[in-house]
């Protein structure tokens, strides 16, 4: 069984989410997805609109993932591929080239992002509209 992980924050979750966990599916067989934890977001100077807890709910329901685990910090991700068996380390193209150091560990793939979607644009145009009211 080829494993597959991928790390994110999954805040309102949209369909930019869904294109990049069903690519991260098809390199493999299973499917494991680290979602960032509130406090780890707050020490990346992140807030999420929704909780870790409700996060992992929606993320668990897509029918792409087969594990949901929690992200605490930036180290955690070799002892994450050597505790699940990952094979293949996924991440969208913004972060091209920031962690080629887990080639030592597995192969690492960055899909390219659905360009005209993110949960910051979310927010910002959400942000808008509810100044224009």
């Not at 294109?19 to 299973?30: I, P, S, V």
């Not at 091209?96 to 659905?114: M, N, P």
Request: positive net charge; charged residues 35%.
């Amino acid at each position: 069984m080829k494993k597959v992980i991928t790390y994110g924050t999954f805040d309102l979750l949209h369909y930019g989410h869904i294109n990049l966990l069903k690519r991260a599916k098809e390199k493999g067989d299973y499917l494991i997805v680290a979602i960032s934890s509130n406090e780890f977001n707050e020490l990346k100077g992140k807030k999420s609109f929704f909780s870790y807890d409700e996060r992992k709910k929606l993320v668990e329901s897509i029918r792409y993932v087969d594990l949901v685990i929690p992200e605490h910090n930036w180290e955690q991700k070799i002892t994450d591929i050597q505790e699940f068996k990952v094979d293949v380390f996924v991440m969208g193209d913004d972060w091209k080239g920031k962690f080629d150091y887990l080639k030592d560990y597995c192969e690492v793939s960055y899909l390219s992002r659905t360009p005209e979607i993110s949960t910051t644009k979310i927010k910002n145009d959400l942000g808008l509209m509810t100044a224009k009211k």
